[in-house]
């Protein structure tokens, strides 16, 4: 699964940072488009935090559902 995220005042940002958590236990995202394999299904709430080395942050997220594959 794809996500992406586009800050408001993006020609403001200093060195931003962005840090995706997936709620599954792996390891956090960098960057603002990440690609993340869910392998178990169930549901997530999935987080992007910003940062800059000025005086910018913030957050966002979205609930998903990860559906079991169907069996053959």
Do not use: C
């Amino acid at each position: 699964m794809s996500f992406s995220v586009e800050p408001l005042d993006d020609d403001v940002l200093v060195n931003p940072k962005y840090a995706w958590n997936f709620a599954d236990g792996s390891k956090p995202g960098r960057g603002k488009k990440v690609t993340h394999v869910f392998k178990k299904a169930g549901d997530y709430r999935v987080t992007v935090n910003l940062t800059d080395d000025g005086s910018m942050s913030g957050n966002d997220r979205i609930q998903i559902s990860v559906e079991a594959p169907e069996e053959k």
